[in-house]
């Protein structure tokens, strides 16, 4: 990982069209501004993480049984409209 | 097309079913090519990847669990499938299903959007505390 020294006001450009800029520092909290066009997907880290485990999670389920599931499901509907 | 399955061998999918994820998903970065199986009727169904058979999830309509349900989706993402009307777009959320069908969860924090005039697609991240990645329906069932 490439590793640089920023100060408070100062910034770093990715690829000609990404900004990224120190706007403030406190204790260990950094305020980091980053301008980027509309289509860069930016999140924070664990965030990411936390949906790419929760797919892999989705993706190894054990054989599901749908049709259980979407009965389950009919059957909560219809006691609903029989309200 | 001809394509493998998961659960259900070799089944034939037209081609205008077929989705593409150009980012992939978290986690699935190298899978573009999805569709959904017409094997279920009702609230859940299969997405299944047309590239390789294993890679298979469970999507639901998150409105019938949450009617309010209403992630801020920048602009960007509604560009990046080739834009259009609106209406042309429809969000799914991914399920993990238990045992016990209540406690199956499904992530209202990974949003799939997807342009049925374009059939691109992306899972969208929403950084909104009320909208986690494991919702049990359980919990969303009592708030309705």
Known sequence: MLALSRRTGEGLIIDG?????????????????????????????????????????????????LAHANEFMNKLKIKKENK | MKVQTRYFGEVEIQDEKVITFEEGLPGFEDFKKFAVLDTEKGTF??????????????????YEFKEDYAPRIS???????????????????????????????????????INLNTKKAI??????????????????????
């Open chain 1, 17 to 65: 069209n990404i900004e990224i800029k120190v706007l403030e520092i406190q204790g260990d909290k950094v305020k980091i501004g980053i301008q980027a066009p509309k289509e860069i997907g930016i999140y924070r880290e664990e965030i990411y993480a936390q949906i790419k485990l929760t797919n892999e999670e989705a993706a190894s389920m054990e054989k599901m049984d």
């Open chain 2, 45 to 62: 169904n299969y997405l299944q990847c047309i590239e390789d058979k294993d890679v298979c999830f469970v999507v639901t309509d998150p």
């Open chain 2, 75 to 113: 602009e960007g993402y509604f560009e990046k499938l080739g834009g259009g009307d609106s209406k042309e777009f429809i969000i799914w959320v991914i399920a993990c299903l238990k045992e016990e069908i209540e406690k199956s969860t499904i992530n209202l924090a990974g949003p799939l959007l």
């Open chain 2, 123 to 144: 899972q969208v991240i929403i950084e909104d505390k009320k909208y986690k990645s494991r919702h049990t329906l359980e919990e969303l069932l009592e708030e309705e």
